[in-house]
């Protein structure tokens, strides 16, 4: 029998990662409770209180052999004996210790076969409790320390317009708000999710996920980009509207690398796989650049600029484009204009030639002839 419970924790331990110090606690624990139930069962709750501390077990960690005690003061007589729980005659002590005296205090062995059936019910209850309290906080130490990052899971089921995802040993809930708009799974697809947030709740770990936060696209990159990885090229900033386009802001710390092209890859392999991990969604990957006119700029491309006019302190900024680059430039529906102004951070106001000209107040000319800008390029140089 204890080959069989050493070789049953040897398996918990190895197939759920739980220790067998926990596990022989749980067991210690089951068997003082054990004792409790079937010596007490007609004391109150109070008595049991004060009584709970005569009542001792040890588990052998080697061989899985135990004992169960009780702490028993020696008495003179059996009709001296108040309570057989915290007391025991002397001729009874001296079978199990011959040198017992009375006031002595006497380990006396308890058999826990002879526990009643609903004491070992309630024991092993706590045992199957504890294990899975185990289980529970096992899961999640291990989804908590990937918070805020990206893992891999398979789509499991369609509850109502949500979407369970399964972990391995935890299921991931992806709701209609964190599902990128048109697009749709099949069950047991693998799919990449970034974990928003994970929680201890009462029936167990509750984990939610995403497909359109912005972090996923960086946790990407890092994934496909060594030079990510290894802190030679940073992602400045990210704007996305998921499912459609993102744009990335990326920087270089080493004069010999360039990060764009460290980031699309080698004919476009990188930047390929992640814009296929995404579905389809298109990403425009552009430098960041520390004067905030260069970054409008390049956050603007593909359109072309004539001039930038930006304030660092409104943080507000007039772009001059040609006529010709006015619907680039502000893209589908607003999309390159709003995207840019999330990338950078400013309020972005794009007028073609033609309306920058004919603006109130505006001498455009004036602007080409300052030696602040550079027509050529259209960059504001601070």
């Not at 946790?219 to 990510?228: D, G, K, N, Q």
């Amino acid at each position: 029998m204890n080959k069989e419970l050493m070789e049953a924790l040897d398996l918990l331990e190895k197939e759920k990662g739980i220790s067998k110090e926990v596990l022989f606690d749980a067991i210690e624990n089951s068997l003082i409770t054990a004792c409790k139930n079937h010596f007490k069962k007609n004391d109150s709750s109070k008595e049991k209180e004060e009584k709970a501390d005569n009542f001792h077990v040890e588990v052998d960690r080697e061989n899985c052999e135990f004992k169960v005690w009780a702490e028993k003061e020696v008495v003179a007589t059996q009709d001296d004996v108040l309570d057989p729980n915290l007391q025991i005659c002397l001729e009874e002590a001296k079978e199990i210790f011959a040198g017992a005296e009375v006031g002595n205090n006497l380990n006396v062995p308890i058999k826990s076969k002879e526990f009643s059936r609903i004491a070992a019910q309630n024991a092993k209850g706590i045992i199957m409790q504890k294990i899975r309290e185990e289980e529970r906080s096992i899961v999640f130490n291990q989804f908590y320390e990937k918070e805020k990052d990206v893992v891999t899971g398979v789509v499991q089921r369609f509850i109502g317009k949500n979407i369970s995802i399964n972990l391995g040993k935890a299921d991931a809930m992806l709701s209609e708000a964190e599902q990128v708009p048109g697009e749709t799974f099949r069950p047991n697809q693998r799919v990449k999710v970034y974990v928003l947030e994970v929680k201890n709740a009462t029936k167990g770990t509750r984990i939610n996920v995403s497909r359109t936060h912005p972090e996923l696209v960086r946790r990407l990159f890092e994934a496909e980009v060594t030079e990510i990885r290894d802190g030679i090229v940073e992602i400045k900033s990210i704007a996305r509207e998921a499912g459609s386009r993102t744009k990335i802001a990326v920087w270089s710390n080493d004069p010999n690398v360039d990060a764009v092209g460290a980031c699309v890859g080698m004919n476009g392999a990188r930047v390929n796989a992640i814009v296929e991990e995404l579905n389809g969604e298109k990403i425009d990957i552009v430098n960041w650049d520390e004067n905030p006119a260069n970054l409008i700029q390049n956050a603007l491309s593909p359109a072309k600029i004539v001039v930038v006019f930006a304030d660092p302190d409104e943080k507000t900024a007039k772009v001059v484009v040609p006529d010709y680059q006015l619907s680039l430039a502000i893209g589908k529906e607003g999309q390159n204009a709003r995207l840019a102004a999330r990338l950078t951070g400013y309020k972005i106001d794009i007028k073609s030639e033609t309306q920058a000209k004919d603006a109130p107040g505006f001498r455009y000319e004036d602007y080409l002839d300052d030696d602040e800008y550079d027509e050529g390029d259209g960059d504001y140089e601070e």
